[in-house]
């Protein structure tokens, strides 16, 4: 919000950097400002074009459990508010047929279909990336079952089902249930129509169905429309009774009661990341909190091979989450996640204390994914000169810890390594420091053979780094295949 | 039927309560703390919002119905109020209609009421005459499934401002000079990194600790994990900055023993062991007073020979004598995590591995056993340490904080839940790992700034999630482990933050403030019970002589107040008082609204 409102602050969102020139002091960059067919200046965030768009598309801040327009906002808090096409679902883009509903619609002139890509130069001194982490794919680990297994969501997809401006409105539903009432809109629809087309042999004809199919069925009427009745009626019957059973089951069915939480998807798994994610221990403790809060009767494990709450007040919140919540931890990395014939997933985990092989049946498991640098680091690796460190993220200087290889280039937050909202707080002052020292080329002049010796140190460590590099790309390529 | 009485009987209640009010509107009149409500020419301006107001309020409707309220002298709906024909709009009303007060119904003062108000400004309106209804986050937004009450809700919101407005008062914003000085207390890696940060920036700094030499706990360690760098080399790193930057003053052996004033203009009193006295005036101050290892007394025989602490074990690597043991036990989360003391230190687990993994490439045939609870590895090259330290052949076991290992003479027995058997691992030397603790007399130093300390006496920052690196109080902030335990890594970047966090508020020329904070009124009698109450130490007794008598006052600070109003709230004779907020004020507020009820 205060971001927005700066007026020292240019923000250039949905840009990308294509080229960085010069040094630290005296950089200049080259940004390609998207197209978003939506004049920034003009719109005022209002939403009527939102409104009236007729193409509705899947939802990715919602993780696909929403539905928004071919003109959208990523989400309603987002800076700026301001408005954007997606060109590969808008029908004047897409299939070409003339739309142009939102232009209409839009009372202040911002839309534009002819709007381009644009190009902007910017000279700046220093740069601070902070450009943030990627989840890691759940569907790489096979044996968990997620995009299998309709109840194996992730932590994210769970975070959605959790907030009440969320797509099932704060309620957890099964994902499998979820699905029961689209078949049941989808069947609903279908005998509306079947209904419709019934009603009307009913009316030319004067007739119940049930007589006529006795009629028809003992051959004293046949031919042209009564054959088309005929199969219309029997085709309606099976479709009433699957509706039936549908509407049954949709209306028995509950809310997700008992929850698995199961950590270190993807981290700390020598497969995919060697790295812990340093986050996912006390955002799962946080979802399974406010899970029983929605519903104080639900049975909620975490499965964890230790619970890593280490912020100032976390372990505190953990003992909460055990003691008065009554969430239950367990010691454990769980071995598989298989389902039974309601859906329910089922785990598998060794109890280490009981030493046994246990399995546990629940309404949903809930995968703690690991944080992973983005694709887009290697790019800007690449782009900026500033090298990787073994793990994918950007690599920096242990003391001052922002600096990355590259003089006038700091990073900050998970760009640098997965951390928490605090932390990634505090770092972005702390570049921001950084930045405005490389701005006023203090240390430069001032120092003289400490920072010659210091420069040197760097270099030395950059080259290390370099192999680092190297070695995350093999590691890359080694996953692909 | 039942409903008539009912609503007779709130009626006469809400009658009784205007003669009430009435009745107190004059005693307020005497006492002159508000001025009588004038005939004030209030504007009102209902916005559409594009569709998030006008998609459920008629909004023409509402500005109909705004202009038959009292005072009312003219009033509109417009799509945007917020966009440039929006408040050319206000402006052109203000002039054309000799305006004397502007309402604006539409979205939320948090984000609009700024914009609103400058644009007052701009055409010549006191910007402090201005009010909001917000009938959008308020009400559109929310009753999207109830338009009738809805639209009743907006009516009385819009009533409610209009009643406010007429009796605002002109105001002009608080401003005050800033002294371009930063005191940084403490001088480890966290308060070294503050200091050549502010420097760097310009800020002329004053580096005050306590002890004759800089460094904190870093002086103490070996090498800096994960990445294993010398101690010596990263502090002396940090020295050199600092003693090389032309702005920062050194005071080592010194205390900080008195601050007044407020942000801007901090005046200290520093003391060095000398006994020699300094008196200065900052406008920022970073609190960077570190923490201390705990001391493990009477805990798994600890006797500092055979059974030590993890920085005992760092001083003994340090001075790369050999140790001349060959079988090590650690033992984590000795006095934390427990009762009486229980939070995790974050750090510990990450010096028993660094250690165990340095005496593993000292001497490959020691043997280092490490028992924990949970091994707090977080973060990518922490976790990665782990992974080598295993490599390397370091024994790791769970305890159960239920069944604690035992340390014997020459052994270690613990409950390995694995196998359900009770162990026993030779043992030369046990090195136990403790947490950081709040240093003595950090409670006293906090007493001194009146910052809020939590219960293990670590300060306590504003917000935090968002706000990691501030106090409460403007003008001060915090790094290092005086917040909470951290790595270097960690203590030097939020030393960095607060500094940048200090100089976004120092670069200014001057401070400035709302003008809706507290008064003094003449009905104050000096009984001192909003002394207490105020969260901010915004409020002072005063003594006063007249006719020869002694008489008590309370006087506030215009800049410390942030105008929360529970000293007026707790006042029993209205002798203090918020601008914005006084009792004629919200009682007119109260009188609209209870004047729709049947
Ligand atoms: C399910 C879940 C729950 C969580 N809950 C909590 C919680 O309760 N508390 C907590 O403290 N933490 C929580 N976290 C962790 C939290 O998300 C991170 O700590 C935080 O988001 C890190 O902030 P960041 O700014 O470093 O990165 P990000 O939030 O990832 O932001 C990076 C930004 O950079 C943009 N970007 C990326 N590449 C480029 C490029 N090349 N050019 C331009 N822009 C680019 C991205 O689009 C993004 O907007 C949670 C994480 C998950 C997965
Ligand atoms: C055994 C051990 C091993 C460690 N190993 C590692 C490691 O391997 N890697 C790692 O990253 N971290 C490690 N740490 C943590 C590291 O010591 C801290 O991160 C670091 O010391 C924090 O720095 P700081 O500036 O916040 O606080 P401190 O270093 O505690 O400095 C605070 C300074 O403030 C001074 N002070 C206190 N009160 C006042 C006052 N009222 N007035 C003036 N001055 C005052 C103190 O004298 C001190 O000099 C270890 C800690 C311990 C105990
Ligand atoms: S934070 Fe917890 S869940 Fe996440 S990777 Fe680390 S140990 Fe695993
Ligand atoms: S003033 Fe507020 S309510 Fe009106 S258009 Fe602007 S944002 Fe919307
Ligand atoms: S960091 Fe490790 S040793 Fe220290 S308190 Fe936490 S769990 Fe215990």
Redesign the pocket.
Known sequence: MDVGRHPKIRLLAY???EGVEGEMGNFRIRVRKKARYVDENKCTGCGSCAEKCPTVVCDAYNVGLAKRKAIYKYFAQGIPSVYTIDAAHCRNFETGKKCGLCSRICQAGAIDYQQEDRIVELDVGAIIL????E?FDARKVPEYGYGRLPNVV???E??RFLSASGPTGGHVYKPSDLAVSEVLATLEKQMRTSSREIERFEKTFEMSSERFIEKFNSGELTGGHYDEWAGQYRSFLPLKEKFKRTKERAESLKTAHRLAFIQCVGSRDSRFNGHCSA??C??SI??AVIAREHDPESEVHIFGMDIRAVGKNFEEYRNRAEGEAGIKFIRSRVAEVTENDSHNPVIWYEDTKARQVRSMEVDMAILA?A?EP?P??R??SELLGVPLNEFGFYATLTVPPLDTFRPGVFA????HGP??????VAQ?SSAAARAASALMGARSKEQGAGSGEQDAESRKQVAGSEDHGAKAKKREAGKGE | MEQKPRSEKQAKGSEELKAGSEKQEAGNELSSCSPPPGKARTGVFVCHCGSNIAGLLDCEALAEYAAALPNVVYAKDNLYTCSASGIAQIQAAIREHGLTRVVVASCSPRTHMPLFKSACAEAGLNQYLFEMANIRDQCSWVHVQERDAARQKAMDLIRMAVAKAALLEPLEDIESSLVRKAMVLGAGVAGLSAASALADMGVEVLLVERETELGGLVRRLNRIGPSNEPAAEVLAMLLREVESASHVRLFPGTDLVGVSGVVGNYEISLKSKGGEETEETVGAIIVATGAVPFIPEGLFGFDGRKVITQIDLEERLRNGSPLEVKNIVMIQCVGARGPGRSYCSRICCLTAVKNALLIKSRDPNARVHILYRDIQMYGAENEKLLRDSRGAGVKFDIFDPAFPPVVKEGSVEFYQPLTGMTIETECDLAVLSTPLVAPEGSAATANLMRLPVDGNNFFMEAHA?LRPLDFATDGIFLAGTARFPATVREAVAQGLGAASRANTMLSKDRLVFSALVSYVTDRCDGCGLCLDVCPYHAITMEEFERDGRVFKKVRTDPILCKGCGVCEATCPKRGVLVHGFTPSQIRAQVDALLEALP
């Open positions: 840009s990308e950097v902070a450009t943030g982490y989840l992730t932590s994210l769970f975070e986050f996912c006390m955002h946080k979802e994914v944080c983005g887009s680091a790019r800007l900050c937050g998970c760009a951390m928490d909202i605090p932390e990634s972005a | 999630k």
